[in-house]
């Protein structure tokens, strides 16, 4: 997906272990030992590893495979792949050299060619991420979190304790099977910690919040390589930003959330709506949404999409999701039903079966790598006016209809209940929204970039101009983070309030003032004076 430069004869042996390969191709430089930046990257680096740990180089599968993204619009440019086997593996690719760069240092086991010879590094977990500020990175360092994925359970039974590297999947499946769930991610491939560090929503928030809600504790590789614990006691301030605008602190190797008795099953139902049922709709899932009091067991997810088999103008997809039995659903099920829907599908499923069900599985496009050039524009609304939601409809209809390329983009609007997030106040974490009751997106997706990367930045643009308008007096742009685009300003991401964002600041430039964790989203703009 990018080019590098040739570092050595070893881009010939394309991939490699520690410590066999390493062993069988790379001489070790004694103890005592000149090295310098002019040593090739994965020679350097090698020799900081631990036994489990590897390095993958361009042209090996493994390096291609280590650098698949969710989306072909964002590629980071990396010379090299590090796959952690711990946290000191992670402390390796991190921690600076104490000796300046360009000139040698004696001391090889505190030699690290990210911060000594000034490489960019990028922690990198499932490659959900649409963020255009991660094209920032050139010829980095990809830490690849992928197999920090352990799980232990607390004595208790009321907690874990997880690798960085886990998925939401993995962490759904394992707790299920002991009869627990966590709150995670809707998406069964996103990282189990990733959302969390944006705020995260997901389909338990109803009854435990936001998945940053629910962190305990985490393990955090901050700038200048040190291990920090971060929870309500230990760097607190640290922890407070983590949860929301975690992205620019540090790399998280693991981290401590809540669990809780798992129900078990949950019903999932999907209806199919053509145009002329847009208003009946919308004001139906208004009336759930009841201004974020919507019933904790009830999640509703709609698409404006297309589907040529069913009608030449887009179409309206509801997914309603419960948690408990059918009987129990039908109140909220049944009123969709009685619409007359062109298509029906319902059932009832294992909680873990759930994401498959309703198509955020691991096979899913929702999940799915590569294939086309995405981009996701959020916007927290107050509640579905149906002026706007027929603006919006409009705009979806121009945009599939004057440019075919864009036919996989949709409308995506998320309504969870918002009654448990608000138990906590906008102080308690960094997480800026909680006032918001429905998440608005407009994903756009294509496959030839270079004739169509400014249209879905246009059509962004107006799809949230339209929101604001419609959602009521004062409203502003509420950007999700996990979701950003990467146009947004500081304030639209992380809150308008100047005291949380002086306290960012502040934090920012205490374990980050180099800017090295600045390539998602950043608190401070890269193109911004520092």
Not at 8 to 26: E, M, R
Not at 424 to 431: I, K, N, P, R
Not at 494 to 501: A, I, N, P, Q, V
Request: proline share 5%; aromatic share 10%.
């Amino acid at each position: 997906m990018c080019t590098v430069k040739v570092l050595s004869f070893l881009t010939l042996v394309f991939s490699f272990v520690i410590p066999h390969s390493i062993a069988s191709v790379i001489k070790r430089t004694p103890a005592g030992s000149a090295i310098s930046c002019s040593t090739p990257i994965e020679q350097g680096l090698g020799q900081q590893l631990s036994f489990g740990a590897s390095i993958s180089l361009p042209g090996s599968q493994a390096f291609t495979n280590a650098n698949h993204r969710w989306s072909t619009a964002e590629h980071p440019d990396f010379a090299v792949v590090v796959t952690p086997a711990n946290t000191q593996d992670v402390v390796a690719a991190v921690r600076p050299s104490p000796f300046p760069i360009a000139v040698q240092s004696t001391d090889t086991s505190q030699v690290n060619y990210a911060n000594a010879c000034n490489y960019p590094f990028l922690a990198v977990n499932r490659g959900h991420g649409t963020a255009i500020s991660l094209n920032n990175v050139h010829h980095g360092i990809n830490i690849n979190i992928r197999n920090l994925t352990s799980v232990t359970f607390a004595p208790d039974g009321n907690s874990i304790t997880a690798g960085g590297g886990v998925f939401a999947d993995q962490v759904i499946r394992n707790l299920a099977a002991r009869g627990k769930v966590a709150a995670t991610g809707a998406c069964a491939c996103v990282g189990g910690l990733g959302t969390g560090l944006g705020g995260g929503f997901g389909r338990v928030q109803g009854f435990y919040g936001l998945v940053a809600d629910n962190l305990l504790e985490m393990t955090v590789v901050t700038a200048d390589g040190s291990i920090v614990t971060a929870n309500n006691q230990q760097n607190s301030d640290l922890f407070w930003a983590l949860r929301g605008a975690g992205h620019n602190f540090g790399i998280v190797t693991s981290f401590s959330t809540k669990i809780y008795p798992l129900i078990p099953n949950w019903y999932a139902a999907s209806y199919i709506f053509t145009r002329h049922q847009l208003d009946p709709v919308f004001q139906l899932l208004n009336r759930y949404n009841a201004n974020g009091a919507q019933a904790k067991e009830l999640l509703t997810y709609t698409l404006i999409t297309l589907n040529p088999a069913i009608s030449h103008d887009p179409v309206i997809i509801v997914s309603i999701q419960y948690a408990g039995p059918e009987a129990d659903a039908l109140e909220y099920a049944q009123p969709f039903v009685d619409l007359h829907p062109v298509v029906v599908n319902n059932q009832t499923v294992p909680y873990a079966e759930l994401a498959d069900t309703v198509g955020t599985g691991l096979n899913s496009p929702a999940c799915v790598e590569g294939g086309s050039s995405k981009a996701t524009f959020p916007v927290g609304a107050l509640s579905f006016n149906l002026t706007t939601i027929h603006q919006i409809y409009d705009l979806y209809s121009e945009l599939v209809t004057r440019y075919p390329d864009f036919s996989e983009s949709l409308v995506q609007f998320e309504s969870e209940s918002m009654l448990q997030v608000r138990k906590l106040g906008d102080e308690d974490t960094a997480y800026a929204h909680r006032g918001d009751n429905i998440l608005f997106s407009l994903l756009t997706q294509y496959t030839s970039p270079t004739a169509n990367d400014a249209i879905g930045p246009q059509y962004g643009r107006r799809f949230r101009s339209i929101v604001i308008a419609g959602d009521g007096p004062g409203r502003r742009l509420n950007a999700y983070v996990n979701y950003a685009y990467g146009d947004e300003t500081v304030e639209q991401i992380y809150g308008y309030e100047d005291s949380r964002l002086q306290r960012l600041l502040a934090l920012k430039r205490r374990y980050d003032p180099q800017g090295k964790f600045d390539f998602f989203n950043p608190i401070i703009p890269i193109n911004r004076k520092r």
